[in-house]
């Protein structure tokens, strides 16, 4: 059941309609079998996962506020990440370090009877383990009182519209959401829609119009220089707007019901620098990574060396839950590469001074800055799209010219709604930006506001004939 | 409550107004013959029995589909020909299938000027389109003619239609063709009712007929349905079109993906069948039988090679498999119409007058 298909929308109206007429307990208990309900839709034997985690992670919690004996505590929590990471580790990445330590030995010239493992990728595991892992590190750290409902914490681990693809909510957040009473507004529920309206064009018009442009090429024998670089220009948009138009969609949907979902995106192609990139692309996991790993590893105390070695390691890890492979790995040390780098460039300083640009001058300095930028996230994003190691050295030896390749520039042309909705897009982000208000559209008269609700559908009709795909980022 | 009724009422005003003001400009933009893409764009969201009604009120626009491929009309010329044909002249290439196939044949004509060559084509036609004629067009070929049977891979999931109509939602030429069911160690045919254009244009003024025509497609066609045949008096709303052809693709999608899948109809024991008996027949018929296995620009489609090479080798029949030759992963191969580049196609020809030579 995707959000970009037409038996997801037909679910939420039942949801929705339920929820409207039912008073907040019984609210609660509805979403919580409609949120199973939905991930029964992909496969309801991984249901059995998300629900061990509840059970498990519910009486941990619950456990270790109680201890006073700091062993006993860190028991608690050393059993809860044996049994997320457990799951993560044997669902995700077995298959993945099985084949590595195989292809290891036969490098070195012991050959193995190959070992195959067919293990289905529950969708949205590492979604959901790392928002557990997040209630039990922050009950350990005494920065959470546990859930008292257990249903409510069901609800807080499954809750539909964020449970496969992110953003990965915080405890602090999202509990207090599910527990107090909501209150249903309009001006809630116009916000709500015209997220999962801007959500929609992002993943059906534009990412899912430039896909077959983005496949063409990286399946390609024998593609152009030039057709790798717009190739890789492309799927930054593609990835960006499949991603954050789930986001959009999801944070949209919640907000429909009353729930205060956090913002994923906050135009990340405007980062001019690493560090800025991190701050506004997938908010969640990069928030994440910096309160539960990067700070666990010692942040950046103790001297620059163990500060850079911390962002790598975090940033490889980062990569790494993208997905068991090793292209991911890599694109996780070129991201804690850059992070590090620029912080023995730019260090503390520029902090705070980002986004500032004073004068005709520091405006041209800061597009500048943004474009070229683009294009080493660009680089990274090749990396990532990759599917072997092979294709990145043919891909990065034809565009710096040390492989030869034909001049001839074969990407499809995406299709025109695409370009007119990717125009929309840019001067929505350039409007959010600058006003650094999200609502920014609220301010206008209700007739002109109205006219660019029904221009949006308009458009996505436009452009939502192109066959849809599923989120990028289910598969993780 | 008074702000959200007047939200949404003004936003759908504000529809409304622009789905009058773009229903009035494409008729001004189509006579000053501006932003002619841009005008398909809408047309291709018209019902089918919209787009047929306006193909057959206007012959002349281009893109018609509404004439060709009918069988009837096929085997009626290929009987003239034959009848007409100098055995001198020696044998003859009679190919079955689509484009694809025409423009392979175009090129080996060009190579070998003496050859001969008989077309039977439809557009985009699905194999029991070719296979089918293949058949019904046994009297039409002689002892040393060579028959060439097209198998295009993104057109193996419209075996479990009858007609383009069903499944080419944005051009749904009209031309029908039977379907095939397995039946013992064989295959079923089951004809469509209408086979010939005239037949077609006669259900508009039928009610009786047309129903019994969409009973059939109903009965037997897997991609028949109301999204793409239902409320055509919509199609007076361009954001109506716009919405049906997002529905009727993603339905038409769905139904081919289910296909391809084996959960609706059994295609690969079909079309491994197809290649049997199209093998055997001809052979029994003294003639020479070449399979062309286009493999098509999309990743997802049926890879002819691996499903039907033991079948081939089991038959001691020829074939031409494309992707022997051409990646069809590498867009640099295809036009952006999705057909092969001519050098490409020069290639296959080549190949095909080194099999019949």
């Known amino acids: 059941m995707l959000f970009s298909e037409l038996n997801f929308w037909a679910f939420f109206a039942i949801v929705g309609g339920l929820y409207v007429i039912l008073p907040h307990k019984a609210q609660n208990r509805m979403l919580l079998v409609a949120s199973y309900v939905f991930y029964a839709a992909w496969d309801w034997r991984f249901l059995s996962l998300i629900m061990l985690s509840t059970v498990v992670d519910y009486i941990l919690g619950l456990r270790m506020a109680k201890e006073t004996v700091e062993q006993r505590r860190k028991l608690f929590l050393y059993i809860s990440l044996a049994l997320n990471l457990g799951m993560l580790g044997i669902f995700k990445y077995l298959g993945f370090f099985v084949e590595s330590f195989e292809a290891l030995l036969a490098s070195v010239g012991f050959a193995t009877d190959p070992l195959v493992l067919s293990i289905v990728l529950p969708v949205g595991i590492s979604f959901y383990t790392f928002q557990t892992l997040s209630y039990t590190f922050d009950i350990y750290r005494r920065d959470l009182e546990p859930a008292e409902d257990f249903f409510d914490f069901a609800l807080f681990v499954a809750f539909f519209p964020q449970l496969v693809a992110g953003p990965i ?186 986004g500032v640009a004073r004068g005709l001058k520091g405006m041209a300095v800061r597009v500048l800055s943004i474009a070229a930028f683009f294009q080493v996230v660009c680089y990274g994003w090749l990396l990532f799209r990759a599917t072997s190691f092979d294709q990145i050295a043919n891909f990065t030896g034809r565009i710096i010219g040390t492989v030869s390749a034909p001049a001839v520039v074969s990407v499809p042309t995406p299709p025109l709604a695409a370009f007119l909705c990717l125009g929309l897009l840019f001067v929505w982000d350039l409007m959010t930006e600058k006003s650094n208000e999200v609502h920014f559209y609220e301010r206008w008269p209700t007739p002109v506001r109205t006219a660019m609700y029904a221009s949006m559908f308009y458009l996505l009709a436009f452009g939502s004939t192109t066959a849809t795909s599923t989120f990028i980022y289910f598969q993780f | ?92 290439v009679r190919s079955y299938g689509m484009s694809f196939v025409n423009r392979i044949m175009r090129q080996a004509e060009k190579i070998d000027p003496e050859l001969n060559w008989d077309s039977h084509s439809g557009p985009g036609a699905p194999p029991n389109f070719t296979y089918a004629v293949f058949e019904s067009d046994q009297p039409n070929r002689r002892q040393g003619d060579v028959a060439v049977l097209g198998i295009l891979s993104s057109a193996v999931p419209s075996m479990a239609a009858m007609s383009n109509s069903t499944w080419a939602f944005e051009q749904p030429a009209p031309y029908t063709y039977p379907i095939f069911r397995l039946q013992g160690e064989g295959l079923q045919r089951i004809d469509p009712l209408v086979t010939n254009a005239e037949q077609f244009r006669q259900l508009r003024a039928d009610p009786a007929a047309r129903r019994e025509w969409y009973a059939q497609l109903r009965e037997q066609d897997f991609f028949y349905g109301p999204q793409a045949f239902g409320m055509s008096w919509l199609d007076v709303s361009p954001f109506a079109r716009l919405v049906r052809r997002s529905v009727a693709t993603t339905t038409l999608q769905q139904a081919k993906n289910k296909v391809i899948e084996k959960e609706t109809y059994p295609y690969n024991d079909v079309l491994i069948r197809m290649v049997r008996e199209f093998s055997r027949t001809a052979k029994a018929d003294g003639q020479r039988p070449v399979v062309f296995l ?61 099999i019949i030579n």
Request: proline residues 5%.
């Open chain 2, 1 to 92: 409550m008074h702000k959200s009724v007047s939200v949404i009422g003004l936003t759908i005003v504000w529809i409304l107004v622009l789905d009058v003001l773009v229903a009035g400009v494409l008729p001004l933009a189509e006579r000053t013959g501006k932003a002619g893409s841009l005008i398909q764009y809408f047309e291709y969201g018209r019902s089918v029995p919209g787009k047929l009604d306006v193909w057959e009120d206007n012959p002349g626009v281009p893109g018609n589909l509404y004439d060709v491929a009918w069988t009837d009309e096929l085997l009626e010329r290929s009987a003239e020909r034959f009848a007409g044909e100098d055995t001198a002249n020696g044998p003859v």
């Open chain 1, 169 to 354: 909510e915080r405890a602090k957040n999202l509990l207090p959401n599910i527990a107090l009473p909501r209150v249903l507004t309009w001006k809630n529920f116009e916000r709500g829609a015209v997220l999962c309206l801007l959500g929609l064009l992002k993943k059906i018009v534009i990412a899912d119009g430039i896909a077959p442009s983005v496949d063409a090429i990286y399946a390609s024998p024998d593609p152009s220089r030039l057709d790798i670089i717009f190739a890789t220009w492309l799927f930054a948009i593609q990835i960006y707007c499949d991603f954050s138009g789930y986001t959009d969609i999801a944070r949209g949907v919640a907000k429909m019901l009353g729930f205060g979902l956090m913002r994923n995106f906050a135009q990340p192609y405007f980062a001019s620098d690493p560090q800025e990139f991190w701050r506004r692309w997938h908010i969640s996991l990069s928030t994440w990574l910096r309160d539960y790993l990067y700070i666990s590893l010692g942040g950046n105390r103790g001297g620059s060396f163990k500060t850079y070695r911390n962002l790598i390691a975090t940033m490889v890890l980062g990569g790494l839950w993208h997905g068991a492979a090793w292209n991911f790995v890599l694109w996780g040390s070129f991201q804690g590469g850059l992070l590090a780098v620029h912080r023995a460039i730019a260090g503390r300083q520029k902090a705070g001074a980002e």
């Open chain 2, 294 to 354: 286009i493999q098509s620009r999309n990743p997802r489609d049926v890879d002819l090679l691996t499903l039907l090479k033991p079948t081939l080798d089991a038959e001691e029949a020829d074939y031409l498999a494309t992707a022997e030759f051409v990646d069809p992963s590498d867009p640099a191969a295809f036009l952006p119409d999705g057909h092969y580049k001519a050098e490409r196609d020069q290639q296959f020809a080549e190949q095909f007058l080194a």
